[in-house]
């Protein structure tokens, strides 16, 4: 039998990575804690929980402004730094994953489910169109690339529901609800694929769609999927 996706911790103290310390605690809508004293972190706006008073919140600018600002991509995040910890939640119910990237490792995350992450991580995004990204009859979409450049680092996103991991062998495949995966590592393949039904009832005829995964390397899969206005 074929191995199941895995159920990623959802509880985590003290972990230790790219100059943070940081915590996931709580079950319905889960906390992010993260020791900023060494290390910057950037973040979405509106997510912000609590901090200590000794830590600063500025504006960290990322790079492609101008593409940024014609594609209606935000370009400026959010930053926090100084002595102290910081708390993120955001308003729904999910699950906060860590993604710990080693120097010269990339991530695609599909669009809105970035938390936040360590500031030796590159931001950048791309544009996907056509017949392999549709959803539902809809026609394109962003991901958003995060890259250890400088160093190690680490990006936690929120997926909704439960988050699943699965890792492919070379060639191999898994299909998956087109709003159901939440990243992928670069060296996987995604793809399409309908099948028309049709009864004779009427003439009725509908589309199954799904992506297809293609390893090697990892997908995550989020067992509930929130749609967002802004997906075309």
Known sequence: MPSLPELMPTQLSDETFGGVTYHIAGELVPVLSVDVTRMPVYFEHHILLWKNSTITIGLKSLKGALKRMM?????FVTEASGAGIIAFSRDGPGHIVPIHLRRGEEIQVREHQFLAATGNVDYTFERVRGLATMLFGQSGFFIDRFR?????????????????????????????????????DVSVRMET??????????GANMNFIVNRFTGPGRVGIQSMYLHMPTEE
């Open 71 to 75: 594609a209606g991509m935000q370009i």
């Open 193 to 202: 694929k309908i099948d028309r039904l049709s009864s004779g009832f009427f």
């Open 148 to 184: 250890g450049d400088v160093g190690d680092g680490i990006v936690w996103l929120h997926g909704y529901g439960n988050v699943f991991e699965k890792t492919l062998a070379a060639g191999e495949t898994i299909d998956i609800e087109p709003g159901g995966w939440l990243f992928k």
